[in-house]
């Protein structure tokens, strides 16, 4: 069973408010990414990372960035929300296998 | 451009009966598949995968079929059960090996009838 955590799984937030979206894994992945997803869409990715300090933009352009300090911690910050950014963020690690394992997602609302 | 379509967006069938789910991609450079499952406010669960040089892969009630000529893939699933409700996430492979990113279909919301 993957150990992947997001916090918080729930979030409702004012425009312009800074946030900061927390993804942990105690797989010791290496491969870690982020996707956002809308009801009856794909998931998109926004962000990932193959290690501390790398990191690069995905397919889909974001206003959020990312930040890889420590191997198990990879969190999303959007600097000022808005209602735009409404979605669920979902945050994924990969080890040597093709499978990704996901954390059970944010749902992100901006009012 | 999608490259990987999922395009009935739902599928109902009787429990007990076969669900079939299908798939299709554009890019050839895909070298594997797989689903997942994913129910309302969660996240995607892994739920089987194939390799491009496989045509088949079961694991209990669950088989993916594919058929790289096509550039289809399917998810049999027999017999149905109600907890097997949820939307159903296709998912290939980009080659990249170790450093591979996975592009998603749309989903396909399966109901599983008692």
């Known amino acids: 069973e993957a150990d992947i955590y997001q916090t918080p799984r729930y979030l409702v937030i004012g425009t312009g408010k800074k946030i900061t979206l927390e993804c942990s894994q105690t797989?010791?992945?290496?491969?870690m990414y982020w996707y956002q997803q809308d009801p009856g869409m794909e998931l998109h990715l926004i962000h990932y990372?193959?290690?501390?300090?790398?990191?690069e933009k995905g397919d889909l352009s974001s206003e959020s960035t990312v930040s890889r300090i420590r191997t198990e911690h990879f969190p999303l910050t959007l600097e000022s929300a808005r209602p735009s950014h409404t979605s669920q963020y979902l945050c994924?690690?990969?080890?040597?296998?093709?499978?990704?394992?996901f954390g059970p997602g944010t749902r992100l609302t901006v009012t | 451009d999608q490259q990987v379509k999922q395009n009935s967006p739902s599928l109902s069938v009787q429990e007990g009966r076969i669900s079939i789910l299908n798939c299709d991609y554009t890019?050839?450079?895909?070298?594997?598949f797989l689903w997942y499952k994913k129910y309302p406010a969660e996240g995607p669960t892994f739920l089987i995968s194939?390799?491009?040089?496989?045509d088949k892969n079961e694991d209990g009630r669950f088989t993916v079929f594919l058929n790289k000529s096509a550039k289809h893939l399917s998810l049999h699933i027999v017999p149905s059960q109600p907890g097997d409700s949820a939307v159903y996430f296709c998912?290939?492979?980009?080659?990249?090996?170790?450093?591979?990113?996975?592009?998603f279909g749309k989903g396909i919301t399966l109901s599983v009838r008692p």
């Open positions: 998912a290939a492979s980009d080659g990249g090996g170790a450093n591979s990113k996975l592009t």
């Open positions: 797989m010791g992945h290496d491969k």
């Open positions: 994924a690690s990969k080890g040597i296998s093709y499978e990704q394992y």
């Open positions: 194939i390799s491009s040089i496989k």
């Open positions: 890019n050839s450079m895909f070298d594997y």
């Open positions: 990372s193959y290690g501390v300090n790398s990191t």
